[in-house]
């Protein structure tokens, strides 16, 4: 098994995916995709921090990730990934990952048109069609902030 969760966050690591999700999860790595950070040593460090106790942590870029995967380094661990851009995920999807859970947690409020599909979650009209091309894959997306709240379908968001 790789990836068990997927989620949505443009905070990536931060007190709420150290505490409650990657708990929740229970990983063996948690995994940050983003480029800005991956490439920036100061921000890279600072987001090292907030590592959650007992597990890896890889902060990288997507060229790198996407190699990785490629390359099946993470076969036989449980990988939950965050990352701030859909088309992430849809890249390791058609790369032949294996995704079953996308959850959108937090994003920026955009400066663009958006459906808002939470409280804290926007969904930018440019991503509408990599969202629905990543559940055509059969990878579950719900919108849910923490995992004490209920999961809603994204679905419903973009009839």
Known sequence: MSIILS???SRLLHG????????????DRLMII???FAND?????????????GMALSIISREKAYANFSSHKYDGQRVFLVVRDPQIILDLLHQGEKIPKLTIGCTLI???????????????????EIYRSIAKTGTEITVQYVPADSEEPLSKYLE
């Open 7 to 9: 989620r949505i966050d």
């Open 41 to 53: 040593p100061v921000k890279k460090e600072s987001m090292r921090l907030g590592k959650p106790a």
């Open 110 to 128: 955009p400066e663009t048109e958006a459906v808002k599909v939470s409280r804290r979650a926007y969904v930018k009209k440019e991503e509408i």
């Open 34 to 36: 983003d480029d800005e």
């Open 16 to 27: 709420i995916v150290a505490t409650q999700w990657a708990p929740s999860v229970a990983p």
